[in-house]
C-alpha cells in the first residue's frame, strides 16, 4: 500500500511538473509569435513544431537513453539542456517585457519609437541571450582552484597535516565526458594530493555514458596515497542505478562511504548517504562508533544539515549539491535555502566548505560563477585559525 501510494504520488509530481513546463513553454512562444509572427506567418507550422519540439527534446532525448541509446538520443539531451538555459532566460525577459507593457497602459512613459520598435527590441533581446548562452557554455569549462588553508585544534598522531583535494557535482554523463575527466584528472596529479575526496553526484545517475566513454580506467589513474573516497549525491539515486554506480566507483579504486567512517591515521573520515537514500542513518547514529577526540572530517552531499553536524562534533563538513545556482538568478535561491551555498563559513569549534561544483546539470552553462576543483591544506593541533581563503588560480 505504501509503495503504491508513492507511486501514484511520484505520477501526480510528474503531471503537475510536464504541465506547469508546457505551459510556460506555451507562455513564451505565443509572446514570440506576437512579436514575430507577422514577419513568418508563411512558417506559422515550422515555427510551433519547432517550439514543441525543443520544449519536449530533453525529456525525449532521456527517454531515448533509456529504451534506444544512441547518438540521436545524445543529441536529443544536448539540445534539450541548451533548451532549458534559453527557456529561463527568454521567461524572465518576456515576464519583464510584459510588466513593462503593463505600466506603460497605466502611465505611457514609453515613447512613440519603442512601439514602433518591438520586434526589433525583441530580436535584440534573443540574439543578446544567445551571445550568454555562448559564453556561459565557455564559462564552464573554465574550471578555477579554489584553495583553502584550515586548522584543526585536535591532535592527529605524529601527522600535522593533510593535502586533499576535494571535487563535487562532476557529473560525468553524455555532457560531463571523457575529455572533461581526463583533464581534471591530469590536473589532480599535478597536485599531488594524500587524498582525493568526491562529494557526491560524480555520476550523472546514468551508467550508460561511463562505460561506452570507458571513463573507468581515467579515473582509475588518480594518484592519493591515503586515497579516493566518495559519497553518493541525489543524481546516483534518481537514475535508479545507485547500486550500479557504487559498483563502478569500486572497481575504480574509489572507497564508497555510506553512512560509514574510517579511522585514517588518527582522524575520522565520515561519509553520509544522500538523503534520497530511504536508509539514511541519523548523523547522532552513525557517529556512535567515532571517537571525537580525534579529528573528523565529514563528506555529506547535500548542505541541507549542516547543523546536524555541529550538533555532533564534527571538525571539517564538507559539501556541494548547490551549483551556487549554476544559472543567475537562481544563485539567490541556493543562497537563502542553505546555511552556505558555496565557500567557506565558520561555526563555533566547527568549519564548512561547501563547493559550487566542477562540473554541470542540465545546461552545459554556468552564468554568474565558475566550476571549481577545491583543495584544502589542512594542518592538526593548531588552534590559531589562519585566513580559510588562501588564493584562487585558474
Not at 561519509?271 to 572530517?297: A, F, Q, T, W
Not at 553536524?309 to 537563502?336: E, K, Y
Request: glycine share 8%; with cysteine.
Amino acid at each position: 500500500m505504501h509503495g503504491e501510494m508513492a507511486g501514484n504520488m511520484r505520477i501526480a509530481v510528474i503531471a503537475v511538473f510536464l504541465l506547469l513546463w508546457g505551459s510556460l513553454n506555451f507562455y513564451i512562444a505565443w509572446r514570440g509569435w506576437q512579436y514575430f509572427g507577422s514577419h513568418i506567418l508563411n512558417y506559422r507550422i515550422l515555427y510551433w513544431v519547432m517550439l514543441v519540439f525543443l520544449s519536449a527534446s530533453y525529456f525525449l532525448g532521456r527517454w531515448g537513453n533509456h529504451h534506444y541509446p544512441g547518438q540521436v538520443s545524445n543529441c536529443l539531451i544536448w539540445i534539450g539542456s541548451y533548451w532549458m538555459a534559453f527557456f529561463l532566460y527568454a521567461l524572465l525577459i518576456t515576464v519583464l517585457l510584459d510588466l513593462i507593457k503593463y505600466l506603460d497602459k497605466l502611465w505611457g512613459f514609453l515613447p512613440a519609437f519603442i512601439h514602433n520598435s518591438s520586434s526589433i527590441i525583441a530580436l535584440l533581446l534573443i540574439f543578446s541571450l544567445i551571445a550568454g548562452l555562448f559564453y556561459g557554455t565557455f564559462n564552464a569549462n573554465r574550471p578555477v582552484l579554489r584553495q583553502y588553508q584550515v586548522n584543526i585544534p585536535k591532535e592527529a598522531g605524529i601527522r600535522k597535516d593533510l593535502h586533499i583535494v576535494m571535487l563535487s557535482d562532476i557529473h560525468l554523463g553524455n555532457i560531463v565526458g571523457r575529455n572533461r575527466l581526463s583533464r581534471l584528472v591530469d590536473r589532480i596529479n599535478l597536485m599531488q594530493p594524500e587524498m582525493v575526496l568526491l562529494v557526491g553526484d560524480i555520476i550523472d545517475g546514468d551508467i550508460r555514458p561511463f562505460e561506452e566513454q570507458k571513463m573507468a580506467g581515467l579515473l582509475r589513474s588518480v594518484k592519493a596515497p591515503q586515497g579516493v573516497f566518495a559519497v553518493l549525491g541525489n543524481h546516483e539515486y534518481l537514475g535508479g542505478q545507485y547500486q550500479e554506480l557504487v559498483a563502478a566507483l569500486e572497481s575504480c579504486g574509489v572507497t564508497v562511504l555510506r553512512d560509514q567512517y574510517h579511522l585514517l591515521d588518527n582522524f575520522y573520515l565520515v561519509g553520509r548517504d544522500d538523503k534520497m537514500s530511504r536508509l539514511r542513518k541519523p548523523l547522532k547514529e552513525l557517529m556512535l562508533g567515532v571517537n571525537c577526540h580525534y579529528p573528523v572530517i565529514l563528506m555529506d552531499h547535500n548542505p541541507i544539515d549542516i547543523e546536524e553536524s555541529h550538533l555532533n562534533q564534527v571538525d571539517l563538513h564538507l559539501s556541494g549539491h548547490s551549483h551556487a545556482g549554476q544559472l543567475f538568478p537562481l544563485n539567490f535561491i541556493t543562497r537563502n535555502i542553505f546555511i552556505l551555498h558555496r565557500g567557506y563559513l565558520r561555526q563555533d569549534n566547527m568549519q564548512i566548505i561547501v563547493s559550487n561544483g566542477f562540473g554541470t546539470w542540465g545546461p552545459p552553462i554556468r552564468i554568474g560563477n565558475r566550476p571549481e576543483i577545491v583543495e584544502i591544506f589542512i594542518h592538526f593541533g593548531e588552534a590559531e585559525q589562519l585566513p580559510p581563503h588562501n588564493s584562487f588560480r585558474e
